[in-house]
């Protein structure tokens, strides 16, 4: 007998499938450049099927971020829970993840990361209106990092929540850096992360 499909798992689909062509679009054409337009073309549905799921452009772009944030998480975590120390190897690890993620699509990311910083910045308002949005990612990976520091009985030199923030910040800067000149800076920045972190 064939699978019924609720109402509520077709727009749970619909919702993923608009999010998997905004990644794409975005990604090829930049923040700016892309228009709701491409992206319903390229998910297959009208416009109006966007704004069913996401108020404005900026809304959409930002699930696309959560969703990339949320790969970062699971890959770092699956390492993590594995460990019961974070030495050379764990570091080795966790480095290796992050370029594997970098490689897909991760430098596209980190540049659309960028571009839509420098939006944020041209337009105020925009940024009020996305502020609270940025602030529950920050937080999210301050909670991630408070409870795998807990598991490993270790500590931060510096506020999780701070340790969090310049993550954020950084981590398309490591991503570019390390495409545009063709060093692995990856590990040297774990390296850096890791001396504000005390182990048992």
Do not use: C
Not at 16 to 39: N, P, Q, R, W
Request: no cysteine.
């Amino acid at each position: 007998m064939a699978e019924r499909w609720t109402r509520e798992r077709r727009l749970e689909r619909t919702r993923g499938l608009l999010l998997d062509a905004a990644e794409e679009v975005f990604a090829d054409k930049g923040f700016a450049a892309a228009t709701l337009d491409d992206i319903a073309h390229a998910a297959g549905y009208t416009k109006g099927a966007i704004y069913k799921h996401f108020a404005t452009k900026e809304e959409l772009f930002l699930e696309v971020n959560d969703r990339y944030l949320q790969r970062y998480f699971d890959m770092f975590a699956e390492v993590l829970a594995a460990a019961s120390r974070m030495g050379a190897e764990e570091l080795d690890r966790v480095g290796e993840l992050w370029r594997r993620l970098a490689a897909e699509r991760g430098t596209e990311h980190a540049a659309l990361g960028m571009e839509f910083t420098l939006y944020l910045l041209r337009n105020p308002e925009v940024r009020e209106r996305v502020a609270a949005r940025r602030e529950e990612a920050v937080e999210a990976l301050g909670r991630f990092i408070i409870e795998n520091l807990d598991r490993l009985g270790a500590t931060s030199l510096i506020p999780p929540m701070t340790m969090a923030r310049v993550l954020i910040h950084t981590t398309p800067l490591v991503v570019i850096g390390t495409e545009l000149d063709g060093v692995d800076l990856y590990g040297p920045i774990l390296e850096m992360y890791m001396s504000a972190i005390e182990l048992p």
